[in-house]
């Protein structure tokens, strides 16, 4: 793959917790304006491998590097968690929900927006003497958040809270929240967990506008094929954190190595299909 | 979940009101039996806690030393209302158990916005113009009341103390309440503002009105400085480490007698000025150059207008920090701090600012604590304070100022009205003290808030900012920080 289009680049990746191998020398890159899917099995790393990306774990070995359009790069291991955000604009979801709940749905996309408010706020002093300028910046940060409340369907919820609302929405306004910080990469873990099929195709819809509006590259994970498959430009699978492929949906659907990971093989046929697929497992 | 549930419904019933409990739902209907049983263990309980608390009272003996005398009649009357008490519960059909009541909430805790609640958002709205009113008109109210200034002099000083701690409350609502910091010495904040200004008065003889910025800065200085180490921790041990750091500063006062004073404290501070002329009977007093009789009862007044337009300050800076990025952000951080750090924010620079703000507001209140007693010392400033003031706030509903000011008003008043029930006596014989249980039935009335109102007087959350409709959000959606 030509790197000069990639927005993120992983390379020689490695997370370990004490003994074991989370994530073993991973290396992939994720295109410009692409969605890229990060799929396995349960316990593949999958997750591990996002929380290096956003900061919230720090690589034992590797480099992450995020090129910008105006050619800044951004060594994300390096970046304190905060900063991978607000400087070099990666955005990601949970898995499990982490909405502020008690905080109604519009103030969940107004925390999103906390830095570029700050800095209109001037630090909080012009905006606790209501400046005109910080009036202006709050009325145009609604209005994105209105923006964002129109694309996921919840403008009619916006002033409840955001624990009160069904569980598809919710994960529709984390997606919400997530774009608010303008993010050039935005990594979902697993946006369609625990949603009915027309939610599911719901999400293709708002994932594909992003990155058609926004032109936002994607990084997910997710189990749901029918996710994966319609919408993923690129596939990238993990088994016991190691990548076993890496490709178009159509290539990885057919490759052996792929359909061993997930549906699995007898037992006494374990040690010749990894011996064929040449995967080795971490003990 | 108030619903009264008679004793007859079938425990089947009942287990699907709450929730799916299954051990709520055992105890629910039960018998007369069982509600018997439970009346007998309740009393069986107090009897255990009455021997050790109630049973011996010392008394001079006729040779001079201490004799005990057993005092059962008074053991045996306690069991006996507990006991009565604890079977009306169960016949009235109230039958669920503390415990039972705290599972069943969690249970709920998903359930949307419960209508009944939102009645406690538009008490908010009427209540602040009402309190505001109040508290201006308090001092003539209490002067035509009591007829006479002299006269009304307890009820002022009340006032004082009350208004003290309502702005102790706000200023620690912002790092408990709405930061989701449990700050347990906050009171060190407090005495960093007594100090500074005593200090600053007393050495380099600057007035109230300068020294009274610099010990909020300070106080804020001491809480960064108290905030880098300890914003790593989380719940239980940051809990620990600020009620330490509480002791460390009283400690500090204590030992460093050449610039504290010691246990003795710090004497003759200067009182506070009429911004800059002092309320003294001489000419170039108060009340002759404004051409008024002198009294005392002038500077007593004014401190307790200082001490109101101070607390509304203080009440002022933290609605409007609640409508700003950085105020946002602290409830957000209160509500989920990775999801925080996930949307860019700088969780360790906005706990810092929390901390800060609420220790300059407890600054504040610390020099005018000091300007208003003129003598300070480190015993001013034990855990006991913290505690008081952290109780106004889980009391008052943590983030809301309505509630933090009934709270504080129900937590210092109360006790001072304990004084007044003479008319016990006619109940418990002569020798009772009423002033003697202020603390036990201040604990029951705690107990009992806490079974009924467990997320504080208002529990609600008014949103900080609306799109089209104004609603207030349940206070069982709204989580407590990390505390």
């Known amino acids: 793959m030509a790197s000069s289009d990639a927005v993120l680049e992983v390379e020689h990746l490695t997370m370990r917790f004490g003994g074991l191998v989370a994530v073993g020398d991973l290396s992939f890159a994720c295109r ?80 999103a927006q906390h830095n570029p408010l700050m800095i209109a706020s001037g630090f909080t002093l012009a905006g606790l003497l209501g400046l005109p300028g910080f009036r202006r910046a709050e009325k145009e940060a609604v209005e994105k958040a209105a923006l964002w409340l129109e694309k996921t369907g919840l403008v009619d919820r916006a002033d409840d809270p955001a624990g009160d609302l069904p569980y598809g929405a919710q994960r529709r306004l984390e997606i919400a929240r997530a774009m608010c910080t303008d993010p050039i990469l935005l990594c979902l873990d697993e946006p369609a967990a625990g949603l009915n099929p027309r939610e599911s195709l719901e999400l293709n819809d708002l994932l594909l506008s992003i990155r058609a509006e926004q032109g936002t590259s994607i990084l997910l994970i997710e189990h749901d094929m ?6 993923s430009d690129h596939v990238v699978v993990l088994d016991y954190g190691v990548k076993i492929a890496d490709g178009v949906p159509a290539e990885v659907r057919s490759d052996p190595r792929v359909i061993a990971a997930y549906l699995g093989v007898e037992d006494e046929e374990v040690e010749e299909v990894e011996a064929e697929v040449g995967v080795e497992i971490p003990a | 979940m108030s619903a009264v549930h008679p004793t007859s419904v079938a425990p089947t019933s009942d287990a699907a009101l709450t929730g799916g409990d299954v051990s709520a739902a055992g105890r629910r209907g039960v018998d007369l039996a ?33 004799i005990l005398i057993p005092r059962w009649n008074l053991v045996l009357v306690c069991c006996g209302l507990v006991f009565l008490a604890r079977l009306a519960i169960g016949l009235l ?18 359930v949307s916005a419960d209508p009944a609640k939102q009645s406690g958002f538009r008490f908010a709205a009427v209540a602040t113009p009402l309190f505001v009113g109040a508290a201006v008109a308090f001092p003539l109210i209490v002067y035509l009341l009591k007829g006479g200034l002299a006269e009304s002099r307890y009820w002022i000083d009340l006032g004082i103390l009350i208004l003290t701690y309502v702005m102790l409350g706000w200023g620690l609502n912002i790092v408990v309440g709405l930061a989701g910091l449990l700050d347990l010495g906050y009171v060190a904040f407090y005495a ?6 005593a200090l600053l008065s007393t050495t380099f003889g600057l007035s109230f009105w300068i020294c009274l910025p610099l010990a909020g800065i300070l106080a804020a200085f001491w809480g960064i400085l108290l905030g880098f180490p300890v914003l790593r921790l989380r719940g239980d041990y940051l809990a620990i480490v600020t009620l330490a750091f509480g002791e460390i500063i009283r400690l500090v006062l204590i030992n460093w007698v050449d610039v504290t004073g010691g246990g003795a404290g710090i004497s003759s501070i200067p009182r506070v000025t009429f911004f800059g002329i002092p309320f003294t009977a001489g000419e170039e007093g108060f009340a002759a150059r404004f051409g008024l009789e002198f009294n005392p009862m002038q500077r007593v007044v004014f401190l307790y207008y200082l001490i109101l337009v101070l607390a509304l300050i203080t009440n002022l800076v933290t609605i409007r920090l609640r409508r700003l990025p950085i105020g946002r952000a602290w409830e957000a951080l209160r ?71 009934v709270a504080a008003i129900a937590m210092v008043a109360g006790p001072e009205l304990l004084r007044n029930l003479g008319f016990l006596r006619a109940v418990f014989g002569e020798g009772f003290d009423p002033n003697e249980y202020r603390l036990l039935l201040f604990g ?37 920080g990390h505390g």
Request: proline residues 4%.
């Open chain 2, 34 to 66: 069982g509600t018997l049983r439970s009346a007998v263990m309740a009393a069986l309980l107090m009897f255990g806690l009455a021997v050790p608390i109630l049973l011996l009272r010392t008394e001079q003996g006729p040779g001079g030393g201490l």
């Open chain 1, 226 to 231: 029918s996710v994966v498959m319609e919408i």
């Open chain 2, 192 to 197: 960093v503002g007594a100090y500074s200004y």
């Open chain 1, 32 to 111: 410009r304006g692409d969605i890229t899917a990060l799929i396995g099995p349960n316990g593949a790393g999958k997750t591990t491998v996002f929380n290096c990306i956003t900061g919230f774990y720090r690589p034992t070995e590797g480099m992450i590097s995020l090129r910008h359009p105006s050619g800044a790069t951004h060594l994300l291991e390096r970046l304190p968690g905060h900063a991978i955000t607000w400087r070099a604009k990666v955005a990601r979801t949970f898995q499990n929900i982490r909405l502020f709940s008690g905080m109604t749905v519009l103030e969940n996309l107004l925390v």
């Open chain 2, 335 to 405: 509500e989920d701090e990775i999801a925080c750090r996930s949307l860019g924010i700088n969780t360790t620079n906005t706990k810092l600012t929390a901390f800060a703000i609420g220790a300059m507001f407890g600054g504040f209140a610390g020099s005018f604590f000091a300007t208003r007693q003129g003598f300070i010392s480190p015993e001013s400033f034990n855990f006991l304070e913290s505690a008081t003031i952290l109780a106004i706030v889980v009391l008052g509903g943590m983030g809301s100022q309505v509630g933090v000011a």
């Open chain 2, 93 to 110: 059909g109230g039958d669920q158990g503390l415990f039972s009541r705290a599972r069943t909430r969690k249970a709920t805790i998903t």
């Open chain 2, 444 to 480: 029951l009335a705690m107990v009992a808030m806490m079974v009924w109102r467990p997320r504080g007087l208002i529990s609600v959350r008014e949103p900080s900012v609306v799109f089209r409709e104004r609603k207030s959000i349940s206070g069982s959606l709204v989580k407590e």
